[in-house]
């Protein structure tokens, strides 16, 4: 990992372009703590801090609410309910009907009811306590089970179908089922939720909002202050840590911010502490899974019928699109001639769950990945060989469920590649060594491939916009509609614009993301960042550039073919400029050096009634290999080692590419290890703080940890620069830990046997995996 040299005045080429492996731009500032993040904001004088009052009931009727007390409260200036929103009380993402503060009843234990605006933050959180609210106690539904019993759905039930999937099942030489409850996972971002409004004239508003989605953070703004988008104005320079957490989420606290701002004319800030932003927000969505699948003698799939379950939450929020995704990664790298698969978003009063890296496709990808590896056991076959047969093929058996062809398949060379580097088969041999020689220490490897689809679903979503600003002195101001949560896309999209001008990254000025600047953007997620505004940075470059090879052709009487950007210099008829000169002398000439961009993914289009169409621009590929070991007195487990190859295209930045790659495995890792979830009988979340909610830390990342980008395979399709995304789908490689898992746990007793192991597999749950498969050994022999 590099940075920019230093400058130099010989004619070379230039310093951070894209390829080149060049470190995050705030880097240094993140290490110093000199990154300015909302909280490290100025405040104004008479700044109100909020704290909101959560109501104590899973479902109940609002009755009666009396501020008096809290209004009497040292330091506080206000206290507001629904009853004083001058808009619409409605910050739903899709839809209608999730308010910024409940109104007439509430829906979830944590559901914000009022909020509390004071001089200082403990002053708010005392007064917060001050409220008082009578309930009605309501029936509550607080588990996917009892939503499905129920017919409790946010939306109707969604299905996908190939072929006549039952007879296929009914005539299968070989039919498995099982079922498999995968948990959800907090996003536990650094920075917690957060937004800094401030109130301006002609009902005007600015917010500074820690945000994925600045825009659908205006729309609800003016929704709840009842302005036109036009008055409200949202801006984020950079988020500490998102995760998807922050796409749809941060709505209701820039709403609720916004609201106190107007109605105080003070500027408001809403930041939640740690246990309120766990109670409060929302997380990645559980499942229920369930699948039945039909194959022959030699592991190959004939059909499958799967259930897809998610625990939605008390509203729709962006369930139906996270279902959707899920289904579309139900075949993962597999094909099947004959499948159904259904999808039901339960609705519980429980928090609306809501997106997450990866945003459905891993708990799809879990339920197929459960299934291969279940067939395996269930024929006496290797795992790893029974998902190879049945990859997708190149020409034939290229057709997803959903319709798509599988156009770009690499599955085959790249997990062959995988195998042979991490010698998978002479280390399952030193695995089989190792358990004949240990009765409490048993270890287990596992290998997965990974197919995931790149695109939101949504089509009208795939698309980006750019502002590019060329400066008489050669200098370049960039925005675009993109957001920095520390994934390094700000960087990316910079090294783009400077490749395509030709010049030093360090002639492009990162700047933070605003509604005014670029408008009507789509959020930075489903790894599409770089996708697309990297296509509509280089957009609004392009143009310039035009611009500027039109005007010296013409100056110099020459061709523009003639016209050579190179090393931060412009040669044109013999004459050499500095991109300087020529910037200053196209001012002079009256040429515009301004340019906005846009870019919309091609090909793309999906008919949410059929199931069917092509949501993917393209897929990325991976592989993953995993040794793990577990204590069988205990359940406590390690994974060893590690060995991921993985398909960026042809890399922007490897050295951010890499990190992508490496906190997506340790964070899917511990989606499926150790991040557990886990409401009381009330609907209570129990595990909100870091006390009682466990993320992987230092020591859980592997030891021997591999990680190599597949070489010389750019993108086929034309995206910028020939890459591909790497936000979300190295999370999935993680599940080869959990196959891992399994596979130590099978190797615990004398006879094999398919494992019952759910996710998150705590120690609580191998341990109790490991006693179970003894057991059934037992009964066997």
Known sequence: MTEPKQKSDSFGPIIGGVGQPVIHDSARKHVAGAAIYIDDMAEPPGTQHLFLVKSPKAHARILSIDVSAALAAPGVNAVLTAADIPGHNDISPIGKGEPALAEGVVEYIGHPVAVVAADSMAQARDAADLVRVEYEELPAILSIEEALAAQSYLLNPMTMIRGDWQDALDQAPHRIKARLDVGGQDHFYLESHIAFAFPGEDRDMLVHSSTQHPTEVQHGVSHVLGVPSHAVTVECRRMGGGFGGKESQPTIIAAIAALVARKTGKPAKLRLNRDDDMIVTGKRHNFLVEYDIGFDGEGRLLAGDFLYAAQGGNVADLTGPVVTRALCHTDNSYYFPAIRAR???????????????????????????????????????????????????????????????????????????????????????????????????????????????????????????????????????????????????????????????????????????????????????????????????????????????????????????????????????????????????????????????????????????????????????????????????????????????????????????????????????????????????????????????????????????????????????????????????????????????????????????????????????????????????????
């Open 343 to 781: 999808g039901f978003a339960c609705k519980t009063h429980t928090v609306s769950n809501t997106a997450f890296r990866g945003f459905g496709g891993p708990q799809g990808i879990i339920g197929i990945e459960a299934a291969m590896d279940h067939i395996a056991r269930h024929l006496g076959i290797p795992p790893e060989e029974v998902r190879r047969r049945n990859y997708y093929g190149i020409g034939e058996r290229d057709h997803t469920p959903y319709g798509q062809r599988v156009e770009d398949n690499i599955l085959e060379p790249l997990t062959e590649q995988l195998l042979a580097r991490a010698e998978f088969e002479q280390r399952k041999a030193e695995v089989a060594r190792f358990n004949a020689q240990n009765s409490v220490l048993k270890k287990g490897i596992a290998m997965m491939p990974l197919k995931f689809g790149i695109s939101f679903n949504l089509p009208s979503l795939n698309q980006a916009g750019a502002l590019v600003h060329v400066y008489t002195d050669g200098s370049i101001h960039l925005n675009h509609g993109g957001t920095e949560m520390g994934q390094g896309l700000f960087l990316k999209v910079a090294q783009v614009v400077a490749q395509t001008l030709q010049v030093d990254l360090d002639r492009v000025k990162i700047s933070a993301t605003r509604t005014d600047k670029v408008p009507n953007t789509s959020a930075t997620a489903a790894s599409t960042g770089s996708d697309l505004n990297g296509m509509a940075a280089q957009d609004a470059a392009l143009q310039i550039k035009n611009r500027l090879t039109l005007f010296l052709a013409e100056k110099h009487k020459t061709d523009p073919g003639k016209v050579v950007f190179a090393d931060n210099k412009v040669t044109v008829a013999g004459t050499v400029y500095d991109f300087a000169e020529v910037a200053k002398l196209a001012w002079a000439a009256r040429i515009s050096l301004s340019a906005a961009g846009f870019y919309r993914t091609p090909k793309i289009h999906w008919d949410l009634e059929t199931m069917q169409g092509r949501p993917f621009f393209y897929y990325a590929y991976g592989a993953a290999v995993c040794e793990v070991v577990i204590d069988t007195l205990t359940g406590e487990n390690r994974c060893l080692r590690t060995d991921i190859i993985h398909d960026v295209g042809a890399s922007l930045n490897p050295a951010i590419d890499k990190g992508q790659i490496e906190g997506a495995f340790v964070q899917g890792m511990g989606w499926v290890t150790m991040e557990e979830l886990w409401w009381d009988k009330s609907g209570r979340l129990r595990t909100h703080a870091p006390s009682t909610y466990k993320i992987p830390g230092s020591r859980d990342v592997p030891p021997d940890f591999r990680v190599h980008l597949l070489e010389h395979a750019p993108n086929k399709e034309n995206t910028i620069y020939r890459s591909k995304a790497v936000g979300e789908p190295p999370l999935m490689l993680a599940t080869a830990v959990w196959l891992a898992l399994r596979d130590a746990v099978a190797n615990s007793a004398d006879v094999p046997l398919s494992v019952d192991l759910d996710a998150p597999a705590t120690p609580e749950r191998i341990l109790w995996a490991v006693e179970d498969q003894r057991r059934r050994a037992g009964e066997v022999a």
